[in-house]
Antibody, heavy 121, light 108 residues
């Protein structure tokens, strides 16, 4: 069973860049699309963007100017960078797999456990 | 952007009762691109339904989804103790993908 695990700093200073990595285990990163989603404390879910194994990306316009998602197929990982963070970026960040192979438009069938990132000085 | 609205915000029911959750979209969503997730406290969301009415792997048949266009429904036929959670609808047919604000199903 494919598993996802997010990793990265739990505390980021305002104006700096948030960097997270999602490691895919018990399966290959190839053939699928992979997304980042976040959830501020006590609030709902916000899709950040997706990537596939070849590096094709799509970002939420609300975050596009600050987001970069990249892939490292050799290590079965994909990463999120969010620049110029503020307190509003404090959230649990999840990585997730799109259900169907090669499908950009698909539900997220496998999720990481999530990692809390706090933006504070 | 497609805005999803869920109602009610909170649904207070007893185990064994039927739960009916609504999701309304600001514009038409192609049915195959509508999903439902369950989120328990401290856990990641879990996919329940995709394509408006297809149960995900391992999901019990007490969960069912229906609807088309702008109105979709998640039904839990008989609530089990583990079903008390927050439920989100999600459209993934039009970018940016969006989620509803959630419906909390709590114990009456």
């Amino acid at each position: 069973q494919v598993q996802l695990q997010e990793s990265g700093p739990g505390l980021v200073k305002p104006s700096e860049t948030l960097s997270l990595t999602c490691t895919v285990s018990s399966g290959s990163i190839g053939s699928y699309y992979w997304s980042w989603i976040r959830q501020p404390p006590g609030k709902g879910l916000e899709w950040i963007g997706y990537i596939n194994y070849s590096g094709s990306t799509n970002y939420n316009p609300s975050l596009k100017s600050r987001v970069t998602i990249s892939v490292d197929t050799s290590n079965n990982q994909f990463s999120l960078k969010l620049s110029s963070v503020t307190a509003a970026d404090t959230a649990v960040y999840y990585c997730a797999r799109h259900r169907g192979k090669g499908m950009t438009s698909d539900a997220f069938d496998i999720w990481g456990q999530g990692t809390m990132v706090i933006v504070s000085s | 952007e497609i805005v999803l609205t869920q109602s009610p915000g909170t649904l207070s029911l007893s185990p064994g009762e039927r739960a009916t959750l609504s999701c309304r979209a600001s514009q038409s969503v192609t049915s195959i691109y509508l999903a439902w997730y369950q989120q328990r406290p401290g856990q990641a969301p879990r996919l329940l339904i995709y394509g408006a009415s297809n149960r995900a792997t391992g999901i019990p048949d007490r969960f069912s989804g229906s609807g088309s266009g702008t109105d979709f429904t998640l039904t839990i036929s008989r609530l089990e103790p583990e079903d008390f959670a927050v439920y989100y609808c999600h459209q993934y047919g039009t970018s940016p993908f969006t989620f509803g604000p959630g419906t909390k199903v709590d114990i009456k």
